[in-house]
């Protein structure tokens, strides 16, 4: 946003008496003011978008199509397996091969494919579409204009698998600090409301958490699942992360419960969970969101890191690390394996560090107008 | 002050105590165990008969269940036995005293290098705040921080090791190295250490930087400082003697938290690196399930994040005289 349009958005002089903005419009307008926090901001929103339309983006499933009079959106089974229409997987058995066998089975059929025609977890064949050569595979899949950015070992298509990646990556992120959040805010709240014996035990419980590199804990909790799927690989990066939140809640709870507007819901007979989190949380929100956003580059930063060393989720859900570790085992003949995922890792971790200190210094009143 | 370090002992036993019955749970409930792994990685004729199954199980008290398998670790550990590896059958202790060394290495380098450049790094970014190079040099330091480890560690793998062929890709020692001269043998060890010392540097350089500068850039703003200024005193003398001094303060406990650092190494790097440091061997025993291995490491780096939070709880009310524990 710049300086000149902040200016034209000000009304010059308001006629009556203006209603002063709330704490978080306040906010809003003071983060609007970072350019690079914003760049933060539309960069996610991008990496939103991108995951949403990831199907549309990069499949070899039609996004619609029309076949013996009906129509499907096939691409949906990107997003949940069983989505996939049952006449093109067990009725009529194509096999992935949508192209020819939509014209063999239906003359009249029609379909909208995908920008780019390329899966991110198989190879394309030569026979998947018409005109399309299949995949070369190893230190042939050079970046192409068929393979934007090259293809792996087995010949399956970067971009495509980076562009699905995508999804686990903010799913990783949203989902795994919610949990964390969830919890660590619970754990924190209890601790610093009731203090006494709660706050002894729980602070020794974060302790204890805290005492073991979390990585560990990670590598621990996941062998116990064997193949662990992408979920599990959430949860346990959720069920983890939340020792910093917990300890930043605590420490504002005890600052806050000693407020007077805290004795005064407490004189008027509110109850203990209505104290903590409607009048307590409500004015504690603002400095937990900044671990949450650190969080979530951390969740994506642990994520890719479990992929990279090849403990992450199971092989049948496209992630950046794995294309990364792929590229560690050739890095001598495959660069292009190293280079995309690379910067698809950093960039979504730069941008929510910068989200983060954004948030930070825009509810931070001594930060504000640095 | 003794009665508070003896209060945080007392309960950092109880928190190890509980760390370590978390971990042995959580260990032996991951599927397989060191002898099933063992059997299905060794040569059929190397395979052990069921006899010998059963002798080494009690040997480890496999046959127990992991409650009762964890008391009988806790008494060897309190006897100061951390028992024998289950596939190199050399004690625990020396396993892990062997990996030390290699860790420090790339740790203690990497700790010396942090301190050494942030700290007049941090003092030149107070001095030149707002100006153009600060700027500049404030932004890579905070792309830097957010750049992962493992994907810089990759990048510039690809590029000094692999494209310019300037420094080795991985190990900590090269080809023949026992016929190298002694000075040979240092440049060895040198050069396949300084990629990963780099990669485990600039992240914690960067934070630490950033870390000093907020500190001097809200030291400086009090009173005392104009009052400094008012008296002539020189703007190096300003920055060093007067400021500095005070926003030693928030360092010193950030000191006590990378004690814990100094002895884990990191799991990634050392496993890009194939460096056989302790957070490559806490891989390895994670994978090939060493209970004892992985026993020993836990209660190592929980000792040392318990020490190190003591120390630095200490060291702050030390430096700082307003802050009493009694």
Partial sequence: ???????????????????????????????????????????????????????????????????????????????????????????????????PNLKANDPDSWAIW????????????????????GNPDKADGKPSWQNLMGTDSNGVDVFAQLVHGTRVALLVG???????????????????????????????????????????????????????????????????GWTGIARLTRAEFLKIKQIEYV????????????IMFIHILRNALAPILVPISFGIAAAIFTESALSFLGIGADTLTPTWGRVLHEGQNNIRSMWWLIFFPGLAIFTTVLAYNLIGEGIQEATDPRTRDA | MLTYIARRILIGIFTLLAVTFIVYGLIRNMPGTPLTIMQETVRMDAMMSQDQMDKLEAQYRLD?????????????????????????????????????????????????????????????????????????????????????NFVAAVYLNLIIAVRLEWLPLYGSTGEGYAEMSSLGKMWDIVSHAILPVLCLTYTSLAYYTRFIKANMMETIQQDYIRTAKAKGASPTSILVTHAFRNSLIPLVTIVGLTLPALLAGSVILETIYQWNGIGYLFYQAITMREYPVIMGLVLMFSVMTLLGQLLADVLYAFVDPRITYS
């Fill in chain 1, 114 to 133: 995908p920008l780019v025609r390329q899966d991110p977890i198989e190879r394309v064949r030569e026979n998947w579409f018409e005109g399309q050569p």
């Fill in chain 1, 174 to 240: 949203f989902v795994s600090m919610g949990i964390a959040g969830a919890i660590g805010i619970a754990v924190g709240a209890c601790a610093g409301y009731f203090g006494g014996w709660v706050d002894f035990v729980l602070s020794r419980f974060i302790e204890i958490i805290l005492c073991v590199p979390t990585l560990i804990l990670v590598i621990a909790l996941l062998a116990i699942a064997e193949h662990p799927s992408i979920w599990q690989v959430v949860a346990v990066i959720g069920l983890t």
């Fill in chain 2, 64 to 148: 127990k269940p992991w409650y009762v398998g964890y008391w009988f670790w806790l008494g060897d550990v309190m006897q100061g036995d951390l028992g024998r590896g289950i596939n190199d059958r050399r004690k625990v202790n020396i396993i892990i005293g062997e990996r030390l060394p290699k860790t420090l290495m790339l740790t203690g380098t990497s700790l010396i290098l942090t301190y050494f450049l942030c700290i007049p790094m941090g003092l030149w970014s107070t001095a030149n705040a707002l100006s153009f190079r600060e700027r500049l040099v404030s932004t890579i330091l905070y792309i830097l921080y957010a750049l992962p």
């Fill in chain 1, 1 to 99: 946003m710049s300086a000149a349009a902040e200016l034209a958005e000000q009304p010059v002089k308001p006629t009556k008496p203006a209603v002063s903005q709330g704490f978080w419009a306040t906010a809003w307008r003071y983060y609007r003011r970072r350019p690079m926090a914003m760049l933060g901001l539309y960069f996610v929103a991008f990496l939103a978008i991108v995951a949403i339309f990831s199907p549309a983006i990069a499949g070899t499933k039609p996004i619609v199509c029309s076949y013996k009079g009906n129509i499907y959106f096939p691409c949906m089974g990107y997003f949940y397996a069983p989505w996939e229409n049952a006449i093109f997987t067990t009725g009529d058995h194509f096999e992935k091969r949508y192209e």
């Fill in chain 1, 263 to 274: 004795a005064a819901a407490k004189a008027m007979g509110a109850g203990s969970m209505r």
